[in-house]
């Protein structure tokens, strides 16, 4: 079973408007974290946000934000005012302690696509 | 700076070839991992490290070997078993202990490449 599901494949909006991407996940675990990377044309992954479990705290970062809900099993990314550098692949991704390793569970992404 | 490489950036291999892929980090991380991209598929474990002389099996681990010798490489041999060889590959690696959540950085990726 898919451990985190990114259901908008592609998005395009137009420069300046807001977009919303979604991530649902998971786990057994109760102690777990969830991740959000940002993949560029270039090809590397960027390291956005980390979030434990036990924080459901919403966070805040210049134009992006984080929506964290334990009862939908959601974590999802806000862009405002999206510029064309925000063009990219999201991942979402999550890590559950009993696994030890660190490893990751990646979601499929979503390729955002901002008009100028 | 610190970070981490890989090398070469694309790669092209005939079939049947083994080809090596390299990942080399100055972070003095002691996890090391290595995952494959396709198209619409997100990123997939093949195999990881958490200390050296010692890897485990991701979930495709098939048609691939790795090896450990020192905490900064972790190189990544495609053999001529893999049947389907051409995607993107990621190497990452991330401080431990582990179940502290801490994130992973990347390198910058290899396409590889089967003519």
């Known amino acids: 079973a898919q451990k985190v599901t990114q259901a908008q494949t592609e998005i395009s909006v137009v420069e300046k408007e807001d977009v919303t991407l979604d991530c649902v996940y998971e786990?057994?675990?109760?102690?777990?974290?969830l991740f959000w990377y940002k993949q560029p044309p270039s090809g590397e992954l960027v390291f956005l946000i980390r979030r434990n479990s036990f924080d459901e705290q919403n966070e805040i970062s210049g134009r992006y934000s984080w929506n964290f809900q334990k009862s939908t099993s959601s974590f999802n990314f806000t862009i405002t005012a999206s510029q064309v550098v925000d063009s990219a692949v999201y991942f979402c991704a999550l890590s559950e302690e009993q696994t030890g390793a660190n490893n990751l569970f990646f979601g499929t992404g979503t390729r955002l696509t901002v008009i100028p | 700076d610190g970070g981490i490489t890989q090398s070469p950036k694309y790669l092209f291999r005939k079939e049947g070839q083994n080809v090596t892929l390299s990942c080399e980090q100055n972070l003095n991380h002691d996890a090391m991992y290595w995952y494959r991209q396709d198209p619409g598929q997100g990123l997939r474990l093949i195999y990881y490290?958490?200390?050296?002389?010692?890897?485990q099996k991701g979930d495709i681990a098939e048609g691939y070997s790795v090896s450990r010798e020192k905490k900064e490489s972790f190189p990544l041999t495609v053999t001529s078993a893999q049947k389907n060889p051409t995607a993107f590959y990621l190497c990452?690696?991330?401080?431990?202990?582990?179940?502290?959540?801490?994130?992973?950085?990347f390198g910058p990726g290899t396409r590889l490449t089967v003519l």
């Open positions: 490290s958490q200390i050296v002389n010692d890897f």
């Open positions: 990452a690696s991330t401080n431990l202990p582990s179940g502290r959540g801490n994130e992973q950085f």
């Open positions: 786990t057994r675990d109760t102690t777990y974290y």
